[in-house]
């Protein structure tokens, strides 16, 4: 298993330009999580999904937008590019259990320079 | 969300037995106390989890009193490669949870 998979792992932004994060898990996890890591802190999180077609906002959700079509695919839609989105995102899956809490299983991200 | 509160930093030879505390005191009857290492440019990895008393694995044993307003990493006998950032987290026991994670504890383990 490639467990969770993230692209571009750099990328540089203009102000104002939108791009779209790809993340995708090939464990068949039903729980999906995308955070936010600046220098120094802790990762924030953005959104959150607990299964197709169902989304929720996180933390810091201004300035994104997810979908969740599938079971394996969640990215995550930046539209005007602003210089306070640079940071390092990080996709996660987690399974889901019917006790006790989950593991989280973090891709291994993508460096984004918003210029 | 339970805050948490640890230690920033941390130094340790190699060899040497780490202990690391974290601080919960709202921490509710649901919530699981969760570590997660970090090495620079890599995602969170999970290290262990419980709910009360003593958890081991292979790698770390957590300790948590009755009260479970406190709980401790131990990390045995370290070595340079266990380096890293750790974060205290506390969730609901539930299908998913949307972690909170504070600045964690940089451990730095010197020769």
């Known amino acids: 298993n490639a467990g969770v998979t993230q692209t571009p792992k750099f990328r540089i932004l203009k102000i104002g330009q939108s791009m779209t994060l790809q993340c995708a898990q090939d464990?068949?996890?039903?729980?999906m999580y995308w955070y936010r890591q600046d220098p120094g802190m802790g990762l924030k999180l953005i959104y959150y999904s607990v299964g197709a077609g169902i989304t929720d906002k996180g933390e810091v959700p201004n300035g994104y937008n997810v979908s969740r079509s599938t079971t394996e695919d969640f990215p995550l839609r930046l539209e005007l590019a602003a210089p306070s989105q640079t940071s390092v995102y990080f996709c996660?899956?987690?399974?889901?259990?019917?006790?006790?809490?989950?593991?989280?299983?973090f891709g291994p991200g993508t460096r984004l320079t918003v210029l | 969300l339970a805050k948490t509160t640890q230690p920033i930093s941390m130094d340790s030879y190699e060899g040497q037995e780490v202990n690391i505390t974290c601080s919960h005191n709202?921490?509710?009857?649901?919530?699981?106390i969760t570590w997660y290492q970090q090495f620079p440019s890599q995602g969170p990895r999970f290290i262990i989890q419980?709910?009360?008393t003593k958890v081991t694995n292979e790698v770390a044993s957590l300790f948590i009193p009755a009260d479970r307003k406190s709980s401790t990493l131990s990390l045995p006998r370290v070595s340079l490669s266990d380096t890293a950032v750790y974060y205290c987290?506390?969730?609901?026991?539930?299908?998913?949870?949307?972690?909170?994670f504070g600045k964690g504890t940089m451990l730095l383990v010197s020769p």
């Open positions: 996660a899956s987690s399974q889901q259990v019917t006790s006790g809490g989950s593991e989280q299983f």
């Open positions: 987290l506390v969730a609901m026991n539930s299908g998913y949870s949307t972690l909170t």
């Open positions: 464990m068949n996890h039903n729980y």
């Open positions: 419980g709910y009360k």
């Open positions: 709202n921490i509710a009857t649901n919530d699981y």
